[in-house]
């Protein structure tokens, strides 16, 4: 009976550390190349699965910073800007919560997914958006 009570807290702990490990979920209206703006509730990033400590890398030349959507209140997609390798990459302009802005790069190919308000499943690549606004945490 102990290695059966033994089993069942691991299992407990795992749940309950995994719950705690996951990211802060938040809201973000993402304003597309058309000015079309969708909401997507509990948004994640394409990237978060491959990065352990954020939702997506970003870089300013060869440094590479890890961010999460909740540090964020805006990201803007510099389409104007080139980058430095601009079949892989896309400009970005970040505004974090202390009111600090800076450009980095981003890979052009992830995508923010989320749930609009009819509850659909939406992905929209970052080479596709115009603006990101994080609203809200859950």
């Not at 089993?7 to 079309?36: C, P, S, Y």
């Not at 970003?58 to 964020?72: C, D, H, I, P, R």
């Not at 919560?97 to 923010?112: L, N, P, Q, S």
Request: charged share 20%; glycine share 4%; net charge positive.
């Amino acid at each position: 009976m102990k290695p059966r009570m033994l089993w069942t807290a691991l299992l407990l702990m795992t749940f309950v550390l995994g719950t705690f490990a996951q990211g802060e979920r938040v809201t973000v209206k993402i304003t597309d190349l058309k000015n079309v703006t969708t909401s997507l509730a509990n948004a994640t990033t394409s990237s978060s699965s491959s990065c352990n400590t954020s939702d997506f890398p970003v870089y300013q030349g060869s440094t590479l910073k890890e961010v999460n959507l909740a540090e964020l209140t805006w990201i803007s997609v510099r389409h104007d800007l080139k980058a430095s390798d601009p079949n892989n990459y896309v400009s970005v302009e970040l505004t974090f919560k202390d009111g600090k802005t800076a450009v980095y790069e981003m890979v052009k190919h992830i995508r923010f997914s989320g749930r609009n308000a009819e509850g659909n499943s939406v992905n929209i690549k970052v080479l596709d958006i115009n603006t990101v606004e994080i609203v809200q945490k859950m």
